[in-house]
């Protein structure tokens, strides 16, 4: 998962052409994860976390905080982001029987959490799916289906990226 740490809240919605106010997704968005990993791997990237984030996975850890930063935490732009393994997968992406999980799942970053409904991917169909290229969830025509506000939740969302 890739992106710059820093993002306004309350982003405007994006408008259709001709200034119609209601988002492009106004009738929802279809997505489930198939476990591919394409998100937790592939080239360089960060995994932005908050305090809050690392709070959480120090506890789920049962690690100190200061020991889990020291072994888990870069900094970097300004931010803080998961450390990568030498292949670049995140260093808690879990390959099993080809499925990549989460070995922090419940307590994943609110980056994580809030995939796919980024502002980024949202800004106009185009945009969703070229998202859509590497996340196979995006475009299963019988994934459940998200409604706007949703959507909106997890776009808005303080932690999810810009
Ligand atoms: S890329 Fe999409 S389908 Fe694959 S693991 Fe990430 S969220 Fe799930
Ligand atoms: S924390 Fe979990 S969901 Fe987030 S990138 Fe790492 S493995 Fe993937």
Not at 49 to 73: G, K
Not at 79 to 89: C, I, M, T, W
Request: aromatic residues 12%.
């Amino acid at each position: 998962m890739h992106d710059t740490p820093k993002k306004p809240r309350n982003v405007p919605l994006p408008q259709r052409p001709g200034g119609v106010e209601e988002p492009w997704y106004q009738m929802g968005l279809r997505f489930r994860c198939t476990q591919c990993g394409n998100c937790c791997s592939g080239g360089p990237g960060f995994v932005w976390l908050s305090l809050l984030d690392m709070q959480r996975i120090s506890a789920f850890l049962n690690m100190e905080f200061d020991a889990f930063t020291r072994r888990y935490v870069r900094q970097v732009r300004g931010g803080f982001s998961l450390v990568e393994k030498p292949d670049y997968d995140c260093v808690f992406l879990k390959r099993a029987g080809g499925k990549a999980m989460c070995g922090i799942y419940p307590v994943r970053p609110g980056q994580c959490r809030t995939w796919p409904f980024w502002n980024q991917n949202l800004q106009t169909p185009e945009h969703w799916t070229h998202a859509a290229g590497r996340c196979p969830g995006m475009c299963d025509g019988d994934a459940p289906l998200y409604d706007v506000a949703q959507i909106e939740a997890g776009r808005n969302h303080p932690e999810s990226p810009e």
